[in-house]
Nanobody, 117 residues
Framework: VQLQASGGGLVQPGGSLRLSCAAS????????MGWYRQAPGRQREVVAQ??????????NYADSVKGRFTISRDNAKNTVYLQMNSLNLEDTGLYYC?????????WGQGTQVTVSS
């Protein structure tokens, strides 16, 4: 299974982008889908996670993006999205998607988000 991330780009502060991450095939039903980012000189950090397990679904966001970013999924397309609104300079970085199941830990190739005036 491969993950293909897309949707990054250059945007002005206050702008919006939507990232997509598609899996090449249907994957395990118990899954944690997440978006991470890595800014220059900093460690990779989790931005948002959507957990779909037997007991239900759960969404978590980093404090820095709460109220601005929304993670969602389309099961029919094996795709997870990250809607990013009110972007600021600190959101700049390389964004990676991650699908973690009981048998896989998959990473996309990264898509660059640059917020600049």
């Amino acid at each position: 299974v491969q993950l293909q991330a897309s949707g990054g780009g250059l945007v002005q502060p206050g702008g919006s982008l939507r990232l997509s991450c598609a899996a090449s095939r249907t994957i395990h039903s118990s899954i944690v889908m997440g978006w991470y980012r890595q800014a220059p000189g900093r460690q990779r950090e989790v931005v948002a996670q959507l957990s779909s397990v037997r007991t239900g679904s759960r969404i978590n966001y980093a404090d820095s993006v709460k109220g601005r970013f929304t993670i969602s999924r389309d099961n029919a397309k094996n795709t997870v999205y990250l809607q990013m609104n009110s972007l600021n300079l600190e959101d700049t970085g390389l964004y990676y998607c991650n699908f973690r199941t009981p048998i896989d830990d998959l990473w996309g190739q990264g898509t660059q988000v640059t917020v600049s005036s």
